[in-house]
């Protein structure tokens, strides 16, 4: 089991930045496909960007395109997301995954994901 431990959450006005940090225990960071998804109120958890196990292929939703940037630093076992131009909508908590069983390639299926960390608040005010 992989721990996983976000942070960087916080209140932003709309058209702000955040980077959010996510850091994984184990020794074996490198071989997993990292990915977040995000949960707004009321709603289903969604996704929000993969990368792969090399950090070579992301992956995001349509909603986030060009906006959010997933990178990883395979020597310190962190998984970034950088959100930028941020709307109301994208208020949710955002959680970091980890599939370890996989080929390393980016996925944004839930239920490929082993480990899930607890989440960390973004809130975006109009």
Same mark, same amino acid.
């Not at 006005?13 to 959010?20: P, Y």
């Not at 490198?30 to 960007?49: C, H, I, L």
């Not at 899930?116 to 975006?124: C, I, K, L, P, S």
């Given at each position: 089991?992989?721990?996983?431990?976000?942070?960087?959450?916080?209140?932003?006005?709309?058209?702000?930045?955040?980077?959010?940090?996510?850091?994984?225990?184990?020794?074996?960071?490198?071989? =997993?496909?990292?990915?977040?998804? #995000?949960?707004?109120? $009321?709603?289903?958890?969604?996704?929000?960007?993969?990368?792969?196990?090399? /950090?070579?292929?992301?992956?995001?939703?349509?909603?986030?395109?060009?906006?959010?940037?997933?990178?990883?630093?395979?020597?310190?076992?962190?998984?970034?997301?950088?959100?930028?131009?941020?709307?109301?909508?994208?208020?949710?908590? =955002?959680?970091?995954?980890?599939? #370890?069983?996989?080929? $390393?390639?980016?996925?944004?299926?839930?239920?490929?994901?082993?480990?899930? /960390?607890?989440?960390?608040q973004v809130t975006v005010s109009s």
């Amino acid at each position: 089991q992989v721990q996983l431990v976000e942070s960087g959450g916080g209140l932003v006005q709309a058209g702000g930045s955040l980077r959010l940090s996510c850091a994984a225990s184990g020794r074996t960071f490198s071989s =997993y496909t990292m990915g977040w998804f #995000r949960q707004a109120p $009321g709603k289903e958890r969604e996704f929000v960007a993969s990368i792969s196990s090399r /950090g070579a292929n992301t992956y995001y939703a349509d909603s986030v395109k060009g906006r959010f940037t997933i990178s990883r630093d395979n020597a310190n076992n962190v998984v970034y997301l950088q959100l930028n131009s941020l709307k109301p909508e994208d208020t949710a908590v =955002y959680y970091c995954a980890a599939d #370890r069983e996989g080929w $390393g390639r980016p996925t944004k299926q839930k239920y490929d994901y082993d480990d899930w /960390g607890q989440g960390t608040q973004v809130t975006v005010s109009s």
